[in-house]
């Protein structure tokens, strides 16, 4: 089952998949250990939501409120249930509060909302509330049952809405896609606004020439296994997977903008540690071509046949593709444009370790393409 949470105040959005029945899901702010950690109110000391979802009786339910053995670990001051909030679930066109304590049956199609939690001097209260969002406003309004008929317009209202997916959204999400972003995505970058993209693109040299159990059993599993391992120890970066390889387009103002280069660099350390192995195996050895571009693009969000998610366009990553297919190199060496050698080829660090080699290619569009191959130094 899954399920999808947004956020009614900054519209962050995640996805949480039930799949271990052994195991308490856990919602909430604030606390170490939540499978979904939902976003900091506007006031922190004025709001707490809370709740987890475990496998009972045969069905997946929601409790309001996170189990008891949970509560105690906590230092905030504000707690359930005494704190004063509502779970609601909507099915069938109608809401229902969540009584403390007592769990409901989660069913595809169910809408469930966390509306808000106040606990504060009345001056406090209000002066949150005259500053809160509608759907806040209209949530807080709505505690009770839902009572305030003069805010029907809003009955929508909501601080935390969680979806659960029914069996043919399951399906859109799940299908396989090329394009993967990391969890922790920052939510300053929004879609319809361009970025600094440190752009690596990255294909196994060779890969159509060999049969197709060495690509499938081998080369591909290895590449993917490499990428997986150090894409660990980043965040903001869009992955596009194409077959026998890929581009990676590392977003925003970062402190060394020459992430995709070092990024590179480990890349070919764990793939000649790989090869060792091969070689011991009596496995076939792979090389991978490698291009790094900089500059800004659009971050765009997109719809695939019924597959949302999020991509680059703009001359960084086209330029990058160009240089992957017409550019020449040989094996380990780094294709560089020519934005990047102006930006870093000065350094020190790839003065010392690189030899630097100017190249120009017209491409299938007749455009000339100037760049740089960078072949590092032996012995370095």
Same mark, same amino acid.
């Given at each position: 089952m899954?399920?999808?949470?947004?956020? =009614? /105040?900054?519209? @962050?959005?995640?996805?949480?998949e039930l799949k271990d029945k052994n195991k308490i899901y856990l919602i909430g702010?604030?606390?170490?250990?939540?499978?979904?950690?939902?976003?900091p109110d506007e006031k922190s000391t004025l709001s707490r939501i809370q709740a987890h979802i475990k496998w009972e009786k045969n069905a997946w339910r929601i409790f309001d =409120?996170?189990?008891?053995?949970?509560?105690? @670990?906590?230092t905030t001051k504000i707690q359930k249930p005494n704190s004063f909030a509502g779970t609601f679930i909507k099915r069938g066109g109608e809401f229902r509060l969540l009584p403390y304590g007592t769990g409901e049956e989660i069913r595809p199609d169910d809408n469930i909302y966390f509306v808000l939690t106040v606990k504060a001097p009345k001056t406090?209260?209000? @002066?949150?509330?005259?500053?809160? &969002?509608?759907?806040?406003?209209?949530?807080f309004y709505k505690?009770? =049952?839902?009572?305030?008929?003069?805010?029907?317009?809003?009955?929508? =209202?909501?601080?935390?809405? /969680?979806?659960?997916?029914?069996?043919?959204?399951? /399906? &859109?999400?799940?299908?396989?896609?090329?394009?993967?972003?990391?969890?922790?995505? &920052?939510?300053?970058?929004?879609p319809g606004k361009e970025y600094?993209?440190?752009?690596?693109?990255?294909?196994?040299?060779?890969?159509?020439?060999?049969?197709?159990?060495?690509?499938?059993?081998?080369?591909?599993?290895q590449f993917n296994s490499i990428l997986n391992k150090l894409l660990s120890n980043y965040n903001d970066y869009i992955l596009i997977l194409l077959g026998d390889g890929a581009y990676i387009c590392f977003l925003g103002d970062r402190d060394e903008q020459d992430i995709n280069f070092q990024f590179t660099l480990k890349f070919l350390d764990e793939m000649k540690k790989i090869n060792l192995e091969n070689s011991k195996k009596k496995l076939p050895q792979w090389s991978v071509r490698t291009a790094v571009n900089n500059g800004k693009d659009l971050l765009a969000e997109v719809n695939i046949a019924g597959q949302k998610s999020l991509n680059v366009y703009g001359n960084t990553i086209t330029t990058t593709a160009r240089l992957m297919s017409f550019a020449k190199s040989e094996k380990d060496d780094i294709i560089c444009s020519i934005i990047f050698h102006q930006n870093f080829g000065n350094k020190k660090?790839?003065?010392?370790?690189?030899?630097?080699?100017?190249?120009d290619v017209i491409d299938s569009h007749g455009v000339r393409h100037f760049y740089y191959v960078y072949k590092k130094i032996k012995n370095v």
């Open positions: 899954i399920l999808e949470f947004y956020c =009614g /105040v900054c519209g @962050k959005k995640e996805i949480l702010r604030d606390f170490e250990g939540l499978d979904i950690k939902l976003c =409120g996170l189990p008891p053995e949970n509560i105690l @670990k906590q406090i209260m209000e @002066k949150w509330i005259k500053q809160a &969002s509608i759907d806040a406003q209209a949530a505690y009770d =049952g839902f009572a305030f008929p003069e805010d029907v317009e809003y009955y929508e =209202g909501f601080k935390y809405k /969680v979806h659960v997916l029914s069996e043919q959204e399951q /399906v &859109s999400k799940t299908k396989t896609s090329n394009i993967f972003i990391p969890l922790n995505f &920052s939510k300053i970058l929004e600094y993209n440190s752009c690596l693109g990255i294909d196994i040299r060779g890969s159509t020439e060999a049969d197709l159990e060495t690509q499938r059993d081998c080369w591909i599993p660090f790839y003065k010392t370790n690189f030899l630097q080699m100017p190249l």
